[in-house]
C-alpha cells in the first residue's frame, strides 16, 4: 500500500511539485505549468528543481526542502530494501588513508558481501582486495600512534 501512497498523485510528484512551485515563486513570483503523466511530472518537478540548485543552495526554505526530500528517499529505500534485509557489512576498522592536511580519515570501514572492494564512505578511497594484508597493518599502525599521542 505504501507503494501506492508514494507513487500516486500526493506522493513524490506531490512534493516535488509543491516544493517546484514554492521555488518558483519565492524566485520569479509565478507558479509553474503542470501537466502530463504522474512519472512525467515527477520527471519535470526534478529537473526544474535541479536546474535552480543554485538559487535553492542560499533559499531561506532549503533545509526543509532537503528533509522532505531525505524523507521521500528514505521511504523508498524501504520499499525496495526494507531495513531487516540490509546488509551492515563486516566492520573492518577505521579509515587509515591521509587527509591533504595530514590527519588520517579514520571513517568506519566495511566489507560487503556484494562487494569485490572496500571504499571509505568519507574520503573515497578505495582498497581493492591486493590491498587488504596491507589494510590491516595500516590500521594497525594508526591506532598505535593515536594511543602514543592520547598518552
Not at 29 to 48: C, H, L, N, Y
Amino acid at each position: 500500500m505504501r507503494v501506492l501512497t508514494l507513487r500516486g498523485p500526493g506522493g513524490i510528484v506531490g512534493v516535488l511539485e509543491d516544493w517546484w512551485a514554492a521555488m518558483q515563486a519565492s524566485r520569479v513570483g509565478s507558479a509553474p505549468v503542470i501537466t502530463g503523466t504522474i512519472e512525467d511530472r515527477v520527471t519535470t518537478a526534478a529537473a526544474r528543481l535541479g536546474f535552480h540548485l543554485d538559487y535553492i543552495a542560499t533559499w531561506t526554505m532549503a533545509g526543509s526542502l532537503a528533509t522532505e526530500i531525505r524523507q521521500l528517499d528514505e521511504q523508498a529505500l524501504a520499499i525496495i530494501c526494507p531495513p531487516d534485509t540490509r546488509e551492515h557489512g563486516t566492520r573492518l576498522g577505521p579509515c587509515p588513508a591521509e587527509n591533504p592536511d595530514g590527519t588520517v580519515c579514520g571513517a568506519v570501514l566495511r566489507h560487503y558481501r556484494s562487494s569485490t572492494g572496500i571504499t571509505c564512505p568519507w574520503c573515497a578511497v578505495a582498497y581493492p582486495p591486493s590491498t587488504w594484508a596491507d589494510l590491516k597493518t595500516w590500521m594497525d599502525h594508526d591506532e598505535q600512534q593515536e594511543v602514543l599521542l592520547a598518552g
